[in-house]
């Protein structure tokens, strides 16, 4: 009987590593204060998968801002800006890292593989000096020990490290990230020799890239890094992860072939044909880890189904090496669904949260060696026969509705160049027009009167009236900064999708269930359940209201189908694109409602289109064509002098720039400077892009303060590869997480860099 859990969610229940963060950030508790928070949710998560059974407990899957960055700070690999002097890196130099500070800009951030969780981008090259910097994987196992536990300790695999790391600044783009190999495996031998010294039985090494589609050098590179390791892993059981999607042949080759490894650990939900090749060619004598419980969603399991799956791999790897897992680790789902007290019984009974997940892998393991828990098992039949027949979840209106959507493509009937001469006629904006993306600050006060409208202690009256006078101070401030295009700061929203899934049937909404998406910052996705529809109106009030406070265009602010599904716990008796089209339809009404306002400007946010991309590119083109339909379809019945803005998030995309384009929105606002101008090589490269387009001129994530020259500089960079007539400035993201003291000296300079420009472009005529 073996179980075994990838990885668990680090922020704790109520997110308690988020506030002891930001406390020692803002300086109002001490390092050691940080460390005990961080001591007592370790202790807690290791104790809870002991209690319930579990049999192989990982540690070092806990960090104060991220696993990559953890590895980056364990190999000494800190970029030279930082002007760390060696030794043991501290929370200065690795929060320096992750955040920047007033001097040094922080690291790359990018998505992890499709979720929305974000790693610190590692920068490396030839010059880059590798040193065992952190002993903190051996320490956290020291500290499991002496309670009592001796757990598996997690490592980023080495192969995939360097994969998921880019050329530092200044180093060809060309340069083999992967020529380091032999640099960084010495400090892999010295990190296992010590947890081997500690006591540890197992290691696990996770390679995810391993589901990606990879060259004959990559997965040569996996076959000699292990090969160099084995004699340091002689003695130790070995497990290699993956998870996300199905292994390819090519690479499960290899991965079963790899020196030294007694367990390959796969995921059966995301890579449901990798069971083939399980079944097909499964090495004998190896420990299959086999990845059953979802740990990217929060339904409950369906028991008897995952146990039917394992009894038919008991035949394959034997009944003493098959090990019941989550797919991937925990930390992409909800924490614990006991704190959810306000959530309705019925959909309550259909969930399960990490905690859960934990206990469901047990039960199964458990069920697996004879010791079926019967009354276990029956609840959860009854559960998920409960939500299959709930009348809830369906709607046979929508279901119509969105069935009807897939004979045409939906496009508007002018093209982008027409459309912006049309609407440059009516908004007459100047040269490099200027905006900002959606949110401002979310002060304390603003929050304040959320909550109490919420738990009732305000009348709407007085709720209305406080979101009122912060929209008129938003634009005043914009005003006063001389900004063309304003935003009404978005005061009313709790979250960009949360808010609207509030408003939409087919939505259900926990207290709880925050997931990591970057250091201290958390989101809580809602969780789709049925059809999806728009019952009223959602945002036409306040934006007729903020447009109402001005002269100048006001931005309708919406987030768009793809996001709304990406960003959420989606349903998973349907397909994925279905649930997305009936979203569309809603979002559809509420920007026809906008344009019948008055909202000249309406800005439908994909900031999670690149995320939600298949990591197979085999699967690209089907998620691609639904995905930018779905964004057609909200905005393709509007006139051609209503301007549509879409905004991206931090990404990669100039592997799916032609989607984009096609996409066929008037202006699109994209992250652009903390992945060091990136974006801009696409344009470089020909790419010929007509509508509008603002790539962010400065970091909205970290609080340093760009200067107006840098704005300038990064802007006569865009103009290098970019039409004037068609370059907006704007920051990278929304500014909802800063501070008015920052965000109103970094406005200031961005406005002042642009009118700087406009007069050199003027005087260049």
Known sequence: MASHIVGYPRMGPKRELKFALESFWDGKSSAEDLEKVATDLRSSIWKQMS?????????????????????????????????????????????????????????????????????????????????????????????????????????????????????????????????????????????????????????????????????????????????????????????????????????????????????YGFDLIRGAKTLDLIRSSFPSGKYLFAGVVDGRNIWADDLAASLSTLQSLEAVAGKDKLVVSTSCSLMHTAVDLINETKLDDEIKSWLAFAAQKVVEVNALAKALAGQKDEAYFAANAAALASRKSSPRVTNEEVQKAAAALKGSDHRRATNVSARLDAQQKKLNLPVLPTTTIGSFPQTVELRRVRREYKAKKISEEEYISAIKEEINKVVKIQEELDIDVLVHGEPERNDMVEYFGEQLSGFAFTANGWVQSYGSRCVKPPIIYGDVSRPNPMTVFWSKTAQSMTSRPMKGMLTGPVTILNWSFVRNDQPRFETCYQIALAIKKEVEDLEAAGIQVIQIDEAALREGLPLRKSEHAFYLDWAVHSFRITNCGVQDTTQIHTHMCYSNFNDIIHSIIDMDADVITIENSRSDEKLLSVFREGVKYGAGIGPGVYDIHSPRIPSTEEIADRVNKMLAVLDTNILWVNPDCGLKTRKYTEVKPALTNMVSATKLIRTQLASAK
């Open 51 to 263: 209690g319930a059974g579990i049999k192989y407990i990982p540690s070092n899957t806990f960090s104060y801002y991220d696993q990559v960055l953890d590895t980056t700070a364990m190999l000494g690999a800190v970029p030279e800006r930082y002007s760390w002097t060696g030794g043991e890196i501290g929370l200065s130099t690795y929060f320096s890292m992750a955040r920047g500070n007033a001097t040094v800009p922080a690291m790359e951030m990018t998505k992890w593989f499709d979720t929305n969780y974000h790693f610190i981008v590692p920068e490396l090259g030839p010059s880059t000096k590798f040193s065992y910097a952190s002993h903190k994987a051996v320490s956290e196992y020291k500290e499991a020990k002496a309670l009592g536990i001796d757990t598996v300790p997690v490592l980023v695999g080495p192969v995939s490290y360097l994969l998921l790391s880019k050329p530092a600044k200044g180093v060809e783009k060309s340069f083999s990230l992967l020529s380091l190999l032999g640099s960084i495996l010495p400090i892999y031998k010295e990190v296992v020799a010590e947890l081997k010294a500690a006591g540890a039985s197992w290691i696990q090494f996770d390679e995810p890239t391993l589901v990606k589609d990879l060259g004959a050098h990559e997965l040569a590179a996996f076959s000699s890094a292990y090969a160099e390791l084995e004699l340091t892993l002689s003695g130790l059981n070995v497990l290699i992860e993956t998870y996300f999607a199905d292994i390819p042949a090519e690479s499960y080759k290899t991965l079963t072939s790899l020196s030294g490894v007694t367990a």
